[in-house]
């Protein structure tokens, strides 16, 4: 059974593509493209469900046509329908790190070398033009710019981000709130 911590989402299906079963997916990570995975994994009635991928084609930098092995008609596809796309870590663990994509990050620790334990990235932002990782930290929800020129170190055995913040930026949530 593949449980939730060992996949990492990178998109979505939208809906059939043509009368051959294949589907249109958007997807936020290629890495399906560029590691030896075979297969994606889909989240159907609450559980990751791991299909093999026959074929595919990219239709723009964000979309592609995807043919997974024993979905061979329209109707059959159409059970994928806005269907969540994840990608084994495992796998995405053979990917150099500059080729990875944020939402890799997610489950991972932050770490600041000037204000100690931040805590772990529960989501990554992409709705405005700088990616955010979203933070949990006690009984808030920090907003942490994910950008490379703060990343120190990424150790990926033990899931931890070492990161040099901007002076006073974790200050500015503080005053948010009062």
């Known amino acids: 059974m593949i449980r939730k911590e060992e996949v990492y989402k990178i998109g979505l299906f939208n809906k059939p593509h043509g ?4 589907l249109q997916f958007t997807f936020t ?16 009635d609450g559980i990751f469900v791991p299909f093999f991928i026959e074929e595919y084609r990219f239709r723009s930098d964000s979309t592609a046509l995807m043919k997974l092995e024993g ?3 329209a109707e059959r596809a159409r059970m994928f329908t806005n269907v969540e796309v994840y990608f084994p870590l495992k796998h995405a663990a053979e990917a150099e790190t500059e ?4 939402n890799f990050f997610v489950g991972f620790r932050i770490d600041d070398e000037r204000y100690g334990r931040i805590g772990t990235v529960t989501d990554v932002d992409t709705s405005t033009v700088n990616t955010l990782f979203v933070i949990e930290r006690e009984d808030e929800e ?3 710019p994910a950008q490379e ?5 990424i150790d ?6 070492a990161m040099r913040l901007p002076e006073g930026l974790l200050d500015l949530d503080s005053l948010e709130e009062d």
């Open 19 to 22: 009368i051959h079963g294949e």
């Open 29 to 44: 990570d290629d890495v399906f493209d560029r590691v030896d995975g075979d297969y994606i994994v889909c989240l159907l």
């Open 71 to 73: 979905v061979d008609t």
């Open 99 to 102: 080729d990875l994509s944020w």
């Open 142 to 144: 920090l907003l942490i």
């Open 149 to 153: 020129e703060f990343v120190l170190g």
């Open 156 to 161: 990926r055995e033990n899931k931890t981000i």
